[in-house]
Structure formats: structure tokens, C-alpha cells
């Protein structure tokens, strides 16, 4: 099993920044790619931004690239959503997502862990 916790959210003014980290304890090494999902109110979850944890394969949604940026550091079991320039309709909360499986991937019944969420708020 691995357990996922993020932190990292909170309210933000439009074309700011929040850096959201995702700590996976467990069986870590089993963990092969991960993944940033979120969910506004009344959608359904869309996928943000995935990667492998070996950094060689790197997915973005078309509405957040070239403004999010997700990384891992391995030594610390952490995998990082650095988001810029943020808007209203970022406003969601975030889930971190980690799937045993090395091949990246964007569709979240693919994904076998899941973290609790974390509320990003983006105020006009």
C-alpha cells in the first residue's frame, strides 16, 4: 500500500502561484508514475498533469500548460505541482495520484493510490 498526503493549498489572487506537494509513505518503490487530478464543484475530475517517477515521460492538460509544472523528488518521496499565473477556473480541489504501473498515464480509474485532496481557491 502507499498512503499519499498533499499540502499545499489555500487562496490565492488571480495570476498567483501556490506550489502543491504530494509525500507518499508506504510502499513507496511501487509507485511508478503519479499524478495531479482535480475537481471543481459540479464537475467531474479531470486530469492536470501526470509523469513517471523516472522523469522521462510528462503529460500536461492543454489549460494548464506552460503554467504548471510537476516534478518528483525521489529522495524524498515527493511529487511537486508548481502552478503560475493562476485564474478562477483553476479553482478546484487537487488530488495527488500514484499507479504501481511504470507507463504514464491520464485516466484516474488507472491510478491505484489517491490522497485525501487539497482546496485551491483562485479569487478574481
Known amino acids: 500500500q502507499v498512503q499519499l498526503v498533499e499540502s499545499g493549498g489555500g487562496l490565492v489572487q488571480t495570476g498567483g502561484s501556490l506550489r502543491l506537494s504530494c509525500v507518499a509513505s508506504?510502499?513507496?518503490?511501487?509507485?511508478?508514475?503519479m499524478g495531479w487530478f482535480r475537481q471543481a464543484p459540479g464537475k467531474e475530475r479531470e486530469p492536470v498533469a501526470a509523469?513517471?517517477?523516472?522523469?522521462?515521460?510528462?503529460w500536461y492538460a492543454s489549460f494548464v500548460r506552460g503554467r504548471f509544472t510537476i516534478s518528483v523528488d525521489n529522495a524524498r518521496n515527493t511529487v511537486y505541482l508548481q502552478m503560475n499565473s493562476l485564474k478562477p477556473e483553476d479553482t478546484a480541489v487537487y488530488y495527488c495520484?500514484?499507479?504501481?504501473?511504470?507507463?504514464?498515464?491520464?485516466?484516474?480509474?488507472?491510478?491505484?493510490?489517491w490522497g485525501q485532496g487539497t482546496q485551491v481557491t483562485v479569487s478574481s
Open positions: 495520484a500514484a499507479r504501481d504501473s511504470p507507463e504514464l498515464h491520464i485516466l484516474g480509474t488507472a491510478y491505484d493510490y
Open positions: 508506504g510502499r513507496t518503490s511501487s509507485s511508478a508514475a
Open positions: 509523469m513517471t517517477r523516472s522523469g522521462d515521460s510528462i
